[in-house]
């Protein structure tokens, strides 16, 4: 195993496209959540007056996670296909005879790849972002200021992110064995990501219908971990349960790869 992860590392290291995508990661978290803070303003309404709602600050500095799994994706998604056009697996699996040995250090080595570049990008997300809004008077008065970094509800938002990235790489790798080329295996995450959670936005719908969609799209029901208010989020369920329903699309991608990685010829 750690001939082969030494492999998977080496050829990650060697390729300045894919460092930079994985820089991207980070430097479009934080970025974006700055961004995100500099269009906010806060509210002039009394806090828990009727008709009052304040901003979910912490799941807006945070979304920059809808366009840095487009990087995560494209990562994770090379580190598999870019083995077969040309056909360089073959010579992988020569040095490597375990399949499912390749797997698994190919997924090892992309998944601690965005581990690292995500949890730099949600820390500068949550700096930078919370500094902004500051600066643009969400003070702690009245309850108006950005919740405390050390708050549980901060944190599990912050880690959940990290874990959403991390979980998008796994079902972008997983895709990468199943389809075997570049394009379509990006397009077909990309499209498993945004579709469901564009079809609810834009198609209209029953409240129960749509909740339905939410809860079993990826995207929606993965990113609900950002929300600090129930219910307010991008799905109508709970933070852990909808990162439970991208697990569950990411195991069976990887699943699925690893049946086909065995059973094809190269």
């Known amino acids: 195993m750690r001939r082969a992860l030494h492999a998977e590392w080496t050829k990650l290291v060697s390729v300045p496209a894919q460092l ?29 007056g009727p008709g009052c709602s304040l901003p979910d600050t912490t799941a807006l500095i945070l979304s920059g996670a809808y366009l840095a799994q487009l990087a995560v ?33 190919k997924a090892v080595v992309g998944t601690v790849a965005v581990l690292g570049t995500a949890l730099l990008g949600v820390a500068g997300a949550l700096v930078a972002g919370r500094q902004v809004l500051l600066a643009r008077g969400f003070t702690g008065q009245d309850g108006r200021g950005p919740a405390a970094l050390s708050d549980p509800a901060v944190l599990r938002a912050a880690l959940g992110t990290v874990l959403y990235l991390v979980l998008v790489a796994v079902l972008s790798l997983g895709a990468g064995w199943v389809l075997r080329h570049q394009a379509a295996a990006a397009g077909s995450v990309a ?21 339905a969609v939410q809860d079993v799209s990826p995207m929606s029901a993965g990113l609900s971990v ?16 909808g990162l439970a329903v991208l697990a569950g699309y990411a195991a069976a991608a990887l699943g699925t790869g690893w049946l086909l990685l065995v059973r094809r010829d190269g």
Not at 82 to 95: D, K, N, W
């Open 226 to 241: 950002q929300s600090l208010v129930p219910g307010a989020g991008t799905a109508p369920i709970g933070p852990w349960s």
């Open 191 to 211: 499209a498993l990501l945004y579709g469901p959670f564009l079809a609810a936005r834009i198609i209209p719908m029953p409240d129960r219908v749509l909740h």
């Open 73 to 105: 994706l494209a990562a994770a998604v090379t580190l598999v296909s870019s083995e077969y056009h040309p056909r360089v697996i073959l010579l992988t699996l020569a040095a490597q005879p375990g399949r499912g040995l390749v797997l698994a250090a």
């Open 20 to 48: 930079w995508t994985l820089v991207a990661v980070t430097g479009v978290m934080a970025g974006a959540g700055a961004l995100v803070a500099v269009t906010q303003r806060p509210p002039t309404c009394p806090p828990g």
